[in-house]
C-alpha cells in the first residue's frame, strides 16, 4: 500500500512561484513513476508532469513547460513540484499521485494523495 501527502499550496500572485512536495509512505517508492496532476473548477482532472523512477526522465504538459519542474528524491521518499511564472489558469487542486508505468492518463495512476489547493491572482 502506498499513500502520499501533498503540501506547499496556497495563494500567489500571477508571475510568482510556489513548491510543491509530496511525501509517500512505503518502501517501493523507488518503484513508481510519479507525477503531478490538477483539477480547476468545473473540469476535469489534468495531467501536469512525471518523473520516472530514477528521475533520470521527465515529461510535462505543453501549458506548464519551461515554467514546472518535477523533482524527486528517493532517499526521502518525496517529489516535488516547482511552479515558476505562475497564471491564473494554472489555479487547481494539484494532487500527487504514483503509477507503475509511464502514463499521462488520470485513470492510469494507481495511488493518489489528497491534493493542495493552489490559487493564481491576477
Known amino acids: 500500500q502506498v499513500q502520499l501527502a501533498e503540501s506547499g499550496g496556497g495563494l500567489v500572485q500571477a508571475g510568482g512561484s510556489l513548491r510543491l512536495s509530496c511525501a509517500v509512505s512505503?518502501?517501493?517508492?523507488?518503484?513508481?513513476?510519479m507525477g503531478w496532476l490538477r483539477q480547476a473548477p468545473g473540469k476535469e482532472r489534468e495531467f501536469v508532469a512525471a518523473?520516472?523512477?530514477?528521475?533520470?526522465?521527465?515529461y510535462y504538459a505543453d501549458s506548464v513547460k519551461g515554467r514546472f519542474t518535477i523533482s524527486r528524491d528517493n532517499a526521502k521518499n518525496s517529489v516535488y513540484l516547482q511552479m515558476n511564472s505562475l497564471k491564473p489558469e494554472d489555479t487547481a487542486v494539484y494532487y500527487c499521485a504514483a503509477s507503475r508505468g509511464i502514463t499521462t492518463a488520470p485513470s492510469q495512476y494507481d495511488y493518489w494523495g489528497q491534493g493542495t489547493q493552489v490559487t493564481v491572482s491576477a
Open positions: 518523473i520516472m523512477r530514477s528521475g533520470g526522465w521527465t
Open positions: 512505503g518502501r517501493t517508492f523507488s518503484s513508481y513513476v
